[in-house]
């Protein structure tokens, strides 16, 4: 990384500060603080630092940041706050984890991003710590918000335990998808991530440093999960652990009519119980088409061998539904998993003959899309732009969704060149309490729209992203978006719905002058 000199940073982010007040008072106030001297050293303007902090996985928008804080410290982290807020002109702050955002939400324009995983670099974050209640089955993990969470899975592995709700990808960092949500095939039956939280240390838009729970400061604890990082800035959360599984029997299925796809979904979904031992634990769905190949960077599933027959089955159908399920096992059930899974199958109506399965361990499972990453990694495909689309879908809806959107919009145009995702999830397994939103109803569909394509052609794959979602206000069809991106106050109100008040209440309590992540354009539309 090229060098900067402190004192260069330190004057150039005061001019920044100065000239806001000029531009916004006509005038510079005397009381506009001094950089406290401890984050001189730690704030950098040299252009690697300035690339990395405005650019994201979406390679699609940038947003030049005045400075990126690398803090060897949460202290560092809190200090930078409290300076903005008591500043005379104060600048807006957005923490930075891996930046797998695809719309700047992480990005802080003439503001200062903070670089999480400078926390881990230093050693001097909260790190991953086990602990273990034998007498009482009660097992966790306080995990420092920077961590990733293959990381995580490791460190708890060392222990005989994991934690239980995880998304596809692991290369994600503790404290972004909590600030989301935190989705796969596993939340059906364990809930998002965000619903596996005790407690968090949370710094407030204030500059606070809080610790928050269900039973403490429980208004930021609800606010701060799914909050899209408005309300704090998460440095410590303590993850619900549970014993681990060894191994996992993964089965793909196909299918050629989308209402009985979504009727096994539906059906094999319902069986949820934390208890019920013959529950699937993970299920998803994705759609095969003629825009790719079978196999893809998520995970190389199907047999070369079996390409020609699955190939002809697209050919012939255009659009083949693929339910993909697992189930984990340990010694204890290894005799019994087999049978298990034969049950649940028993009348399903996937394709006779169209049935593909693996057994594989749970590490390469829950990291199954890491070695697809690598290989586009090697081919220079990784970091280019993806307009993604994520979309819930109530369950009421969701064969209209499949009529206007995937027959209407996805098959005719053909130029989607990603993965497809759409699986079901029970509401009864989110927390209404916390700021993430969802549809109400009892079974919605997340719908994911994974697009990756060349620098010069994304704009048309973002066309059919507005164009889908406009079909969908056009047809009634009440989608809400997660990840979500929004230009207006007006769609952030129709985004939250009922929640809004609280979300606008909480803001003014935790974050009131607006500092924090000001890349999600809800409260620092500009």
């Known amino acids: 990384m090229a060098e900067t000199s402190p004192i260069a ?4 982010l005061l001019l920044v500060f100065l000239s806001r007040l000029v531009s916004t008072l006509g005038k510079p106030k005397p009381r506009t603080q001094l950089l406290p001297p401890k984050l001189q050293n730690r704030l950098l303007a040299d252009p690697d630092s300035i690339k990395l902090a405005s650019s994201d996985y979406g390679n699609m928008f940038r947003e ?14 809190e200090s930078l706050i409290k300076f903005s807020h008591n500043n005379s002109a104060p600048f807006t702050i957005a923490a930075r984890g891996q930046g797998h955002s695809v719309r700047g939400q992480a990005m802080a324009r003439n503001g200062v991003v903070v670089n999480m995983p400078s926390l881990k670099n230093q050693r001097n974050g909260f790190g991953i710590t086990v602990s273990t209640n034998l007498s009482m089955g009660f097992f966790y993990a306080d995990v420092g918000g920077e961590q990733l969470w293959i990381d995580v899975l490791h460190a708890t592995l060392e222990h005989g335990l994991a934690p239980v709700s995880w998304t596809d990808y692991l290369y994600l960092t503790v404290g972004g998808t909590l600030s989301n949500a935190g989705i796969s095939g596993q939340t059906f039956r364990y809930g998002p991530q965000i619903s596996k939280v005790y407690e968090m240390d949370v710094i407030t838009g204030i500059g606070d440093f809080v610790t928050c729970s269900p039973e403490k400061n429980k208004k930021l604890f609800y606010a701060v999960l799914g909050g899209l990082g408005q309300f704090g800035i998460i440095v410590r959360a303590r993850i619900a ?20 796809f979504t009727r096994d979904q539906e ?6 119980g934390r208890k019920q031992k013959n529950s699937l634990d993970y299920l998803e769905g994705l759609l095969l088409m003629n825009q790719g190949p079978i196999n893809n960077w998520r995970s190389s599933f199907f047999p070369l061998s079996d390409h020609t027959r699955i190939i002809s089955l697209i050919t012939k159908h255009d659009i083949i539904y693929c ?3 697992a189930k984990f096992y340990d010694d204890q059930t290894l005799n019994s998993v087999d049978k298990d899974l034969q049950d649940l199958f028993e009348g399903l109506s996937f394709i006779p003959g169209f049935t593909f399965d693996k057994d594989v361990s749970y590490v390469d499972f829950l990291n199954r899309v890491r070695s697809g990453e690598l290989k586009l990694q090697s081919q220079g495909l990784w970091d280019v732009p993806h ?26 145009r053909n130029i989607t060149s990603g993965i497809v995702l759409v699986y079901p999830m029970n509401r009864n397994k989110w927390d209404d309490r916390m700021s993430a939103v969802i549809p109400d109803e009892d079974v ?5 729209f994974l697009h990756s394509s060349g620098f010069n052609d994304w ?24 990840l979500p991106n929004y230009k207006t106050m007006e769609e952030w109100k129709n985004h939250f719905g009922m929640k809004w008040r609280t979300f606008q209440e909480r803001k003014a309590q935790f974050d009131p002058k607006m500092i924090l992540s000001p890349g999600q354009r809800i409260f620092n539309n500009n």
């Open 9 to 12: 940073t330190y004057f150039t």
């Open 64 to 77: 030049i940041p005045a400075s990126v804080l690398y803090p060897s410290s949460i202290n560092d982290i």
């Open 241 to 260: 652990l549970e014993p681990a599984p060894k191994r996992v029997k993964w089965v793909r299925m196909l299918y050629n009519d989308f209402d009985a």
């Open 267 to 272: 059906r094999l979904i319902s069986i949820n």
């Open 323 to 325: 339910l993909e399920v």
């Open 387 to 412: 307009p993604w689309l994520n979309l819930f879908v109530p369950k009421s809806q969701i064969s209209d969704f499949n009529s206007v959107v995937f027959k209407e919009i996805v098959l005719k």
């Open 444 to 448: 919605f569909y997340a719908v994911g």
């Open 459 to 482: 704009q048309a794959l973002d066309v059919q992203n507005k164009d889908i979602l406009q079909l969908c206000y056009n047809a009634g069809i009440e989608v809400k978006q997660y």
